[in-house]
């Protein structure tokens, strides 16, 4: 087991103008799992490869623990890319069939034995050693595939979008299972996916990626409280947070005939007279009085609570709104509405590069 | 909901296959052979007019990815298996939404590598296979193409005059770059040595391999053979300026090999005394082109090679050495090549390729030359050959499986298979 560093990482393709993964710092912890999210072309399958050998670094540096494998060849790395197409051969035993890599590799007849043992001692495939694959379980053949990584003993799992072939109920599963499996064996790993979601549920820790620049890295929950930025705010939740961008007074930010309190100093750091305003869906209150003017598009009651879409219009612009409430009580479609906030859960950003002003 | 066809126009009849049924559940009766390999996936085997398909149940993200990924293959002529095309917005009768299907055409005297050993795979057998592996391989690579999955599984082969021609099957894995990095290569290339050494090994296991083969040995070699074809192919040498001649020699080489050089590099030093080449652009198949511009067939390489050799034997002998080349290589065709051919009754004509019959003809004759302490006449060796050779042989115009029955989860020879992902539960 180690730790992985991305020092300064970049990889320009021949012929892009700019680079695919720029200048990438990352430091995974011994055990971690670390996931990898973005939208298509953020560079994240790129850095994944990048640690896994198959992409050159144009320059930076990528050490496992204290090595240096810049320039390594995959094999020699002590890595293991996890994809869901270890074969299982039905003529060997499943001790066979997690081991035969390492006879290949040269180790010794003793050493495959022990190592063998000790994955399967984790996988709890002990009484299944000296059965063929077709004795076993699906879930027990699922994992001697995983035991034929795992008897490699590498430092990291590299695991490349293992569930985008599957439907979605099927991944939920899976996705968990992965996780728990991960833990047991406190190997580093790290996951790429473009689902936000699974990012949020699998990672200790989330490192979000746009056009090849790493956003933020940090716990799920921190991403969601507190992200650095605009598109990581809009990115991580679902559904997404509200974003509005809105010009600014003295009081706060002017939102139609709604002034959103907000504190001087937050707004004295904007660099113009408007702002990026970003609320969770849960954070809307409804109002008689104050808040923001809308009309109810459709109401979504899901049991425990109700998702309301709706769209307001102020100073010429139309913004669509999603809030939650309580189930049950929510207002009827069509009808009109006042959302006000708690101006503690209020997200603010700067509205021309996107960082994040609120604390 | 109406299907969505992406398809090559020339296979309407694929229409009225029963399309509103999951491939699992499809009868009997359209199929040729139930499914054996390693795919992911859900596949099935059928016949339409005479020809045979591959049917794989998909999701569409990835039916789509195959099917560009296996036309763009055949575009820049590497060996692989033909996609004809994708049927989506499939449902059930009740409209449950089924997943798309990518269909191919089975490559016709084609043959799965455990179909290749009737009783045990020999160590020359299981040789020329890992040859014809790395062939393939190397064409991939040379195309940027890096296959992720590389093994005996996913390729089929076709005889090729004694040895074999790789043909790619799955390209699921698959991805096209401009240029692949040493890493993806070197990936590749480890990866089929794991899955050839897991292959093997299984077949030693199941008591279907010779003694003589030593799976892991046999694997190791892999690595070696494929980096001398490689070197061969792109590795640059320098030389004296006087030395031009190994310019030629050079090129030979590559032409032996079966290859044709398409653009050298060569670069001088500065003072102008020393040379340094390499080869840039090289394309397969040196022999099989020169034999289709001279008599229109298109074969195999090493079947190009012995077929040359026999044009040249006859224009030898012949006395016609000095001739248009492609007035001598129609004669030979006429009076020589398709004699033969058209000598095999119908009913022997799907146990072998044409070209292929043709090279065991001359083999068998040399065969029955030696042993006789004269020289057989062609026409004698062919009607031996039809007779004790060909008609024991099976058909192997449509192999689809391996050995013994593919429908017996307890056959007594079951293929490696995959796991997905969700199975992890349980």
């Given at each position: 087991m180690a730790t992985v560093t991305f020092d300064k990482a970049s990889r320009v393709f021949p012929g892009?103008?700019?680079?695919?993964?720029?200048?990438l710092d990352l430091d995974i912890r011994d055990g971690e799992f670390l996931v990898l999210v973005g939208p298509s072309g953020c560079g994240k399958s790129t850095s994944l490869r990048m640690l896994a050998g198959l992409e050159d670094v144009n320059s930076g540096a990528i050490r496992i623990g204290d090595r240096d494998?810049?320039?390594?060849p995959p094999k020699d790395r002590?890595?293991?890319?996890?994809?869901?197409?270890y074969a299982l051969y039905p003529h060997m035993t499943v001790a066979d069939n997690m081991g035969f890599a390492l006879k290949i590799a040269g180790d010794s007849k003793d050493e495959i034995r022990r190592r063998v043992a000790d994955a399967a001692r984790l996988l709890d495939l002990e009484p299944y050693?000296?059965?063929?694959?077709?004795?076993?379980s699906g879930g027990q053949r699922q994992r001697v595939a995983m035991g034929r990584a795992i008897v490699r003993e590498p430092q990291v799992f590299l695991m490349d979008?293992?569930?985008?072939?599957?439907?979605a109920k099927l991944r939920v599963s899976t996705r968990t299972q992965i996780a728990s499996l991960q833990r047991r064996l406190g190997v580093t790993t790290v996951y790429v996916t473009h689902d936000q979601v699974e990012a949020m549920t699998m990672g200790d820790r989330v490192a979000v990626l746009k056009d090849g620049l790493l956003q933020q890295v940090d716990t799920p929950l921190n991403l969601y409280?507190?992200?650095?930025n605009a598109f990581v705010a809009g990115f991580i939740g679902s559904p997404a947070m509200n974003l509005m961008s809105v010009p600014v007074d003295s009081g706060g930010a002017r939102i139609g005939d709604y002034t959103l309190p907000i504190p001087r100093e937050l707004l004295a750091?904007?660099?113009?007279n408007r702002i990026t305003v970003g609320i969770r869906p849960e954070a809307f209150d409804l109002s008689q009085r104050e808040g923001i003017p809308a009309t109810v598009d459709v109401v979504e009651e899901l049991g425990a609570d109700a998702f309301v879409y709706s769209s307001a219009d102020f100073d010429g612009t139309h913004v669509s709104l999603i809030s939650r409430h309580a189930a049950r009580t929510p207002p009827g479609k069509g009808s009109q509405i006042r959302l006000t906030v708690d101006p503690a859960k209020t997200h603010v950003f700067d509205e021309q590069t996107g960082a994040r002003l609120s604390s | 909901m109406p299907l969505r066809i992406l398809a090559a126009?020339?296979?309407?009849?694929?229409?009225?296959?029963?399309?509103?049924?999951p491939l699992e559940a499809w009868?009997?009766?359209?199929?040729?052979a139930l499914p054996r390999g390693l795919s992911r996936h859900v596949v099935r085997f059928v016949r339409l007019d005479g020809r045979v398909y591959a049917v794989k149940e998909v999701v569409e993200r990835l039916a789509q990815r195959e099917y560009r990924l296996l036309r763009d293959l055949e575009r820049s002529g590497v060996p692989a298996v033909e996609a004809v095309g994708i049927i989506a917005g499939r449902e059930s009768p009740a409209g449950a939404p089924l997943d798309p299907v990518l269909i191919t055409r089975h490559l016709q005297f084609s043959l799965p590598y455990r179909a290749l050993f009737s009783q045990t795979l020999r160590p020359d057998t299981a040789g020329r296979l890992v040859d014809a592996l790395v062939v393939l391989l190397v064409r991939l690579h040379l195309a940027g193409?890096?296959?992720?999955d590389c093994s005996l599984s996913n390729t089929l082969f076709r005889r090729d005059a004694g040895a074999f021609a790789a043909y790619l099957?799955?390209?699921?894995?698959g991805e096209l770059h401009d240029e692949l990095s040493p890493g993806q290569r070197a990936y590749d290339i480890d990866n089929a040595r794991t899955n050839i050494a897991g292959e093997l090994l299984d077949l030693a296991a199941g008591g279907l391999?010779?003694?003589?083969?030593d799976p892991v040995d046999f694997a190791a070699d892999v690595g070696a053979r494929y980096e001398r074809l490689w070197g061969e192919l792109t590795g640059s040498e320098s030389f004296e300026l006087?030395?031009?001649?190994r310019i030629a020699q050079r090129v030979e080489r590559l032409n032996r090999l079966?290859?044709?050089?398409?653009e050298l590099d060569i670069v001088t030093d500065v003072g102008g005394r020393s040379v340094r080449i390499q080869p840039k652009v090289v394309d397969a198949g040196h022999h099989s082109r020169r034999l289709l511009r001279l008599t229109g067939l298109d074969v195999e390489e090493n079947q190009a090679r012995r077929l040359l050799n026999a044009l040249d034997q006859y224009a030898a002998a012949t006395d016609?050495?000095?001739?248009d080349e492609e007035i001598v290589a129609h004669q030979w065709l006429t009076r020589v090549f398709e004699p033969v051919v058209r000598s095999v009754p119908a009913d022997l004509?799907?146990?072998?390729?044409p070209a292929e019959v043709f090279h065991e003809v001359l083999e068998h004759r040399w065969y029955l030359s030696e042993r006789s302490g004269r020289d057989i006449g062609l026409k004698e060796a062919r009607d031996a050959y039809l007779r004790d050779e060909l008609a024991h042989r099976p058909d192997e115009q449509a192999v689809i499986?391996?050995?013994?029955?593919?429908?017996?989860?307890?056959?007594?020879d079951p293929e490696p298979f995959r796991i997905p992902w969700d199975q992890l539960r349980g």
């Open positions: 892009a103008e700019r680079p695919a993964v720029d200048k494998v810049t320039r390594v002590d890595i293991a890319m996890v994809f869901q197409n050693l000296d059965r063929k694959p077709k004795a076993l979008e293992p569930l985008s072939n599957l439907d409280d507190h992200p650095v750091r904007a660099s113009g | 126009p020339q296979d309407p009849q694929l229409l009225d296959l029963p399309w509103e049924v009868p009997a009766d359209r199929l040729v193409f890096f296959w992720g099957v799955d390209a699921e894995t391999l010779d003694e003589h083969v006087d030395e031009r001649w079966g290859f044709d050089l398409a016609q050495q000095g001739e004509r799907g146990k072998l390729e499986g391996g050995v013994g029955p593919a429908d017996d989860d307890e056959a007594a």
